[in-house]
């Protein structure tokens, strides 16, 4: 069964650093996502990507945030000045669905980062 | 504002039924989804509504009010393996993003 695939599992970076986290999506998948999880609290949404351009993002999603899609199968995030509170589980997510159709999120195994 | 409401933990009994609510007060309305996380695990899917009514897949079942801005997910013939937590989400009307509620902890005991 085809799968989001997320690399690395776990991150740890120093305060300040640049991370990219990596997202293989579902081939034949045209909306992704990423969701963040900080440990005990509930998954928070960052940003949708459709058409090779940001279809929406949350407050969360500041300008030390972005995303790309390099290639026809990467799904990129890049956080540029580390903080603290960007410790948190990052997931990938894609769909086929576009809005008023039903479909869902296939969710990827997540990357834990830790910043110290 | 988003609000999403569900009971932080529930416990219940090896082979027994369970019933997870989840209210909700959204901007817009596009569908509701369950999902089931394992401790460090991605959320998986479980079931969808967007209109009112019961959907059933197997021990699994979800039901969704709309007027009443309500759902429940129901768990039946529970095993151990369905100690998890289960995330109430709904999808927004204008775009694709799911608001999570905070997850409802099930522990089912032997």
């Known amino acids: 069964e085809p799968e989001v695939t997320q690399t690395p599992s776990h991150q740890v970076t120093q305060m300040g650093q640049e991370v990219i986290l990596r997202c293989v999506p579902i081939?034949?998948?045209?909306?992704f996502y990423w969701y963040r999880q900080i440990l005990g609290q509930k998954v928070e949404f960052l940003v949708s990507?459709?058409?090779?351009?940001?279809?929406?993002k949350s407050e969360i999603f500041d300008d030390q945030f972005s995303v790309e899609r390099p290639d026809g199968s990467n799904f990129t995030l890049k956080i540029r000045s580390t903080k603290l509170e960007d410790s948190a589980m990052y997931f990938c997510?894609?769909?086929?669905?576009?809005?008023?159709?039903?479909?869902?999120?296939?969710f990827g195994p997540g990357t834990r980062l830790t910043v110290t | 504002g988003q609000n999403i409401d569900q009971p932080t933990e529930m416990t219940a009994t090896e082979g027994a039924i369970v019933q997870i609510n989840c209210t909700y007060q959204?901007?817009?309305?596009?569908?509701l989804f369950w999902y089931q996380q394992h401790a460090g695990e991605a959320p998986t899917f479980l079931s969808y509504n967007v209109l009112d009514g019961l959907e059933e897949k197997g021990r699994f079942s979800s039901f969704l009010s709309r007027s009443k801005g309500y759902s429940y997910l129901l768990l039946k013939e529970l095993q151990m393996k369905d100690s998890a937590s289960y995330l109430c989400a709904v999808r927004d009307h204008n775009t694709d993003k799911l608001i999570f509620g905070t997850g409802t902890r099930l522990q089912v005991f032997p």
């Open positions: 990507f459709y058409n090779n351009e940001i279809s929406e």
């Open positions: 997510a894609s769909s086929t669905g576009t809005s008023g159709t039903y479909y869902e999120q296939y």
């Open positions: 081939s034949n998948h045209l909306y």
């Open positions: 959204t901007s817009g309305f596009n569908g």
